[in-house]
């Protein structure tokens, strides 16, 4: 393999985990081309399956690190604006979404690849959790013109960011809707003032002791229940929810039941029962309640939709980690 840059990955196996050891051998010249050619060479350092949030992160970090030392890279600037996957993303190398989209043209290959599959022109998609429009801006390229995605993100910080990169791709401005709101389970009854919303690759004091997250003002935001949302805005369809509130799953579903009832969207979801109020209480109703509406469960992996019950994946969900799981 003709490859500027060589990356060697060991996986070992001890008590089951999986143990990436990455070592980085970075040449100075090499070329923007021979990266995205070799793109699927390189270990999806915020996907790796079998791991905790906070070692994708720290392996996303030496990742990032290893980036800043080649001369292509604008003199050590950790910011620019990028093409991938047909679409322009304004990017930071020192955030673990952005250095997963830089690296391997997408965050969460894998589950971009399932929803691929799934969802097609037309068709109305929810991404509550929006972020910085990771997976909103791959959605809006699917259902096209005659499509819609309304992106729910209730931070400061990722909304901004989220309608930066809409901004540079304005074939899709048209038919995303971004809203600062934090969709839980009911009207106006969050106080909370902070969310996590960045993963920053640079250690610091006021991160996430678990995850790595940082806290973002939500000033502005509303807080209501999902069904309040499709009540007040008269929401005839909906095909599609992506589901990412870092623990706020339960509350997000518990104020929508009527919305999931009505429409039966798949769903794809983040579980991480470690961040729920009550890990063990909280994901029993979960499961309940989606069981109760018709809701089959499936883990999204690197070979596509695998494993079909919440006991299976509990017994491969990583400590402190989480895993993305399609409802259908």
């Known amino acids: 393999m003709d490859l500027d840059r060589s990356i060697i990955v060991n996986l070992n196996t001890t008590s089951s985990w999986r143990i990436p050891q990455i070592f980085y051998y970075v040449n100075a010249r090499i070329s923007a081309q021979t990266k995205l050619r070799n793109v699927d060479a390189i270990v ?36 620019r604006i990028a093409r991938r996957g047909g679409l322009n993303w304004s990017l930071d190398i020192d955030e673990g979404i952005d250095l997963s989209i830089y690296l391997l043209g997408a965050f969460e290959r894998s589950t971009v690849r399932t929803y691929a599959g799934i969802l097609s022109a037309g068709h109305i998609v929810f991404d509550i959790g929006a972020n910085c429009g990771a997976h909103t801006l791959h959605f809006a390229q699917i259902v096209g013109s005659r499509g819609r995605v309304l992106a729910f993100e209730p931070t400061n910080h990722a909304l901004e960011r989220l309608q930066s990169n ?26 909370r003032t902070e969310i996590y919303s960045s993963w920053p690759l640079n250690s610091g004091q006021d991160l996430h002791h678990f995850h790595g997250g940082k806290l973002h003002s939500t000033n502005g935001a ?13 929401v ?50 979960i499961q309940a309640v989606l069981g109760d509406l018709g809701y089959r469960v499936s883990i999204v992996g690197n070979r596509g939709i695998q494993i079909s019950s919440w006991s299976l994946i509990s017994e491969i969900l990583p400590r402190r980690g989480s895993v993305n799981v399609l409802l259908q």
């Open 166 to 191: 809409l901004r540079l791709n304005p074939t899709l401005l048209n038919h995303v809707d971004p809203h600062q709101i934090a969709l839980t389970d009911s009207l106006g009854a969050d106080p």
């Open 236 to 285: 005839e369809k909906l095909d599609f929810i992506k589901l990412d509130v870092d623990g706020d799953e339960p509350r997000t579903i518990s104020g929508g039941i009527d919305t999931l009832r009505k429409f039966h969207p798949t769903i794809l979801m983040e579980w991480c029962p470690f961040l729920f109020s009550d890990p063990i209480l909280d994901a029993s109703r």
């Open 44 to 79: 999806d350092v915020v996907g790796i399956p079998r791991l905790s949030t906070l070692t994708k992160i720290r392996f996303a970090r030496v990742a990032s690190r290893s980036l800043k030392v080649v001369q292509f890279w604008n003199h050590g600037k950790s910011r």
């Open 222 to 234: 509303k807080f209501m229940s999902l069904d309040e949302f499709v009540l007040q805005n008269a």
